[in-house]
Structures are given as C-alpha cells and as structure tokens.
C-alpha cells in the first residue's frame, strides 16, 4: 500500500477531494492537510488520515513528512506564493519526492520532481470540447499527447451504418462504444449508428485523421478501407483493346473517387509499345504511380504486400483474374472492396444498382451505396423481386435505404415486381452493380446453372456489366 500525501485548499479542495474519494480503491492510504472542514466529504474512508493546519508551516508539515513514507504528494492550494512556500519545505526534507501541483497563476519550476498541471488549460481545454466538431482527447492518460480520443459519430457520416469488423483499423483502434448512455460491448458485427459516441486510442496524428473522416459526410469512399485505389493489371490476360478500354475506366474512377492515389501495378507485361500507352495515359500531375512486376511474382504474392504498403482502400481487377479461382480467395482476407470491371466498359457509369438479397449483408453495404452514387453522380436503383410473403426483415431494410438516401440526399428508385431479377439486370446499360463479397461466390461452381437460385452468385459469375464487392462480416 503507498502512502499519499493530499494538501488542499482553495476553490477547488472540495471537488478534488470528493474525486480522489470516490476512485479511492484502498490500495493507497491517504494524509491529508486541509485548512477548513468545508473540504472534507460527507463519508470518510478508513484509509484517510485528516489534519488541520496551515500547510506552509514548516514544522507542522514536517511532522506529517517525517511521521510516514510518502510516495507522492499532491498539492491544490489557493495562491502562487503558498504552493512555492509548501514546495520549498517539502523540498528541505524530501528532495527526490515526486510532487504532482495544480497551476493557476505560470508556475515555472525546473524540477524532475515536480509535475504541473496548468488548471486555466485543463479548463479551457474542458469547455472547448463540448463544442461542435471539435475532438475531445484524453488529457491525463498515457504519453498526454492525445493517443485517446472521444468520437460523436454524426448523421451523414461515412461510418455511420457501417459494422466494426469492416473498418481497417491500422495504426489506431475502437476500444469502446457508447450509445444512449450505456456502455457497448465491441465486437466486429456490431453497427455503428449515428449519435454513437466511439473511444478510440493510437497516434496522435493518425486520430485526428480519423476524427475529420468520421465527421465527413458522405463521399469519403474509399475510406474506411484506406486511402488509395489499385489495379491489378496482368497484361498476358489482356488484348490491346481491352487495356485500352480499361484504363479509360480506371481514370474516370480515379477522376471521380476521393482517393488520395492510383496505384497501377502491372504483371506479366507483354510489348513494349504497350507498356508506353498505359505509362502515356497517365499524366505525372495525376498523382498515379505504376510499379512494374518482371518477375512474375504472382497474384496472391503482389495483393498481399501491395495492399499493405500502400494503404489500399479498394481493388481494381479485370473479370478475366476471376478464373483462377484458388488465386482470388485471397481477396477475402484482405478485407477491401473489390471493382471487378465487366465487358462493356464505357468510361462512364450512369446507374448503381442493387439487387437486395439477405438482411445482413445488404444492411452492411448500403453506406458504401450511397457514398459511390454521391461520387459518381448517378441514381441508385434497389431491385426488390421478390415482393410476396415479404419478410419484416426484408421490409425493414427497403426502409433503412430509403432512409439512408434521405440522410445522403440521394436519389433513389424501388423497383418491385415479380420478374426474373437477372433478367432485369441484364436489360441495364453503364450500370454498376453494389453487392456483397462473400465466401460462396469462390466456390466450384456445378455446370449447370439452373441449379442456383442465389442472385448474388448469378450475379458474380456474370460479366457484362462491372461490380462493386463489398467485404461484410458473414454470420
């Protein structure tokens, strides 16, 4: 047990000493030195020791000091010339005791020793903080630089409807979660909505990062995933033509997505003449950067470091690495949106389409909905085929994106009918369609199709049109 010295007066005594009586855990003993009864709690616990006396008398603190070993002494006392006074003689007795002293009036001491705490910024930092749009950050905690922050996550926020296990977490970390003034049990399919209030801790930096993210609206896509896009591009898969048709999309999707960076890794290059198209259609100033791979290194070898490196937030493949089923399954463990680009590419994308399917992960995906249509300017159209015997479920989540598209002031469009759903995909043109990246969709397929009945796999396995997948935590 260590034994506290507390020595109080002043404005503050009394709310200090009811705080160090209740986180008092009885694993300190406490002397306290206070001037008047108007400091002393209601309850006193029986590892407190009290005395009264005037804490700049020499001889009667130095009866405390010399009665008992103290490990640390706190003082709040109410004038500059009476804290220097009560730190000089504890200085005469106890040279190397660590003094921790609350500061109103620019103390300045240059004394391992002693600890200062400026009270005008505590205060002024206190009510700074409530308001809006300003991070409120753990003052006294760890290094106190603000590796722990308090996050309001607000209406319109990118992260808002977004499951925890979906977020890249690097560098920092949600650790808790208040919501209605309870506390949150953290776990990756928990969502987070609006008015939630998140505590997350890392560097300093990387939070505030994250603290002007959050409290973006949307249009942030590809964030939460990280901040670059990336493309995949095996040029032994590829005919001139359709390298040629692919990096016009890829610009457009650079031109419209709030990416920080394109990264264009190319594998198995092929002519020369090639090379210098794709090295020509990009200009230096549009911040792109094209790393070669002579060495054929392999798919699963580039993603995993690639995606690592560079702080991809989502990657750009061509239907023709689909084939290759075994090499693709790594694109579930990276946990990063995947832009599969379909046959018919235009450079421009007039419609998102969603074809709704299961609650759960639909539910995950529609932020990421509605963030792209805001970037990519174009309406967002929910195919629901399959009205009769609707589910409350099903109901509910036409609901939460008809609400979410109210919340991002986006247009919308249900389409409810009972035809075949692939049959009206199909009919789209410059369409891009938003699902779900899931397990079952790198499984064997049987050759006969008419055996599924899942939209999302038929979906999958289709390549007219390009499609967006979306990593969701399966249950």
Same mark, same amino acid.
């Given at each position: 047990?260590?034994?506290?010295?507390?020595?109080?007066d002043g404005i503050v005594a009394k709310k200090l000493m009811q705080r160090i009586v209740d986180s008092n855990t009885r694993e300190n003993s406490y002397d306290v030195v206070y001037l008047t009864d108007a400091v002393l709690p209601e309850q006193k616990a029986s590892n407190f020791t009290l005395y009264k006396f005037d804490p700049t008398s020499e001889s009667k603190l130095g009866m405390v000091l010399d009665k008992n070993v103290h490990s640390e002494v706190l003082i709040a006392l109410n004038s500059k010339d009476e804290m220097l006074n009560v730190i000089k003689n504890i200085k005469q007795r106890k040279k190397n005791l =660590? !003094? #921790? $002293?609350?500061?109103? @009036?620019? !103390?300045?001491l240059k004394d391992p020793y002693v600890t200062i705490y400026k &009270? !005008?910024?505590? +205060?002024?930092?206190?009510? *700074?903080?409530?308001l809006p749009n300003v991070p409120v950050m753990a003052q006294n905690i760890g290094l106190k630089q603000g590796e722990i922050m308090e996050i309001k996550v607000p209406f319109g926020s990118s992260y808002a409807y977004r499951y925890i296990g979906s977020i890249e =977490?690097?560098? @920092?970390?949600?650790? &808790? +979660?208040?919501?209605n003034q309870q506390l949150v049990n953290i776990k990756p399919s928990l969502i987070l909505k609006p008015n939630d209030i998140i505590l997350i801790i890392g560097k300093p930096n990387v939070l505030m990062q994250i603290y002007n993210a959050i409290g973006k609206s949307q249009g942030q896509f590809p964030m939460p995933f990280g901040h670059n896009i990336y493309l995949y591009f095996d040029l032994y898969l590829q005919n001139k033509k359709r390298v040629m048709d692919v990096i016009e999309e890829v610009k457009y999707l650079h031109q419209r997505l709030k990416n920080s960076k394109l990264i264009v890794r $190319? #594998?198995?290059?092929t002519t020369v003449g090639l090379l210098n198209y794709i090295k020509q259609s990009f200009p230096a100033s549009d911040n792109v950067e094209i790393k070669m791979d002579y060495h054929n290194l392999g798919m699963i070898r580039l993603l995993k470091n690639d995606t690592k490196n560079y702080d991809v937030g989502m990657i750009i493949i061509t239907n023709e690495m689909f084939k290759d089923i075994k090499n693709t399954k790594i694109i579930l463990d990276l946990r990063v949106p995947i832009f599969k680009l379909g046959d018919e590419l235009k450079g421009m994308i007039k419609k998102t389409v969603v074809l709704?399917?299961? *609650? #759960?992960?639909?539910? =995950? $995906?529609?932020? *990421?909905v509605f963030d792209i249509a805001s970037q990519l300017k174009t309406k967002t159209r929910i195919f629901d085929m399959d009205p009769l015997g609707h589910s409350e479920d099903k109901t509910n989540l036409l609901d939460h994106f008809e609400n979410l598209a109210k919340i991002f002031n986006e247009r919308i469009e249900i389409i409810t009918n009972e035809k075949n759903p692939i049959r009206e995909l199909k009919k789209q043109t410059? #369409?891009?369609q938003i699902l779900p990246l899931k397990e079952d969709m790198f499984q064997q397929r049987f050759s006969w199709k008419f055996l599924y009945t899942n939209p999302d796999l038929i979906s999958f396995d289709m390549k007219r049109y390009s499609q967006l997948l979306i990593p969701v935590i399966e249950e």
């Open positions: 047990m260590k034994k506290i010295l507390v020595i109080l =660590q !003094i #921790t $002293i609350l500061d109103y @009036w620019g !103390i300045e &009270g !005008i910024e505590v +205060l002024a930092n206190g009510m *700074v903080e409530r =977490q690097n560098e @920092w970390k949600i650790f &808790g +979660l208040y919501r $190319i #594998t198995r290059p709704v399917n299961d *609650v #759960t992960s639909y539910e =995950q $995906i529609s932020p *990421v410059n #369409t891009l």
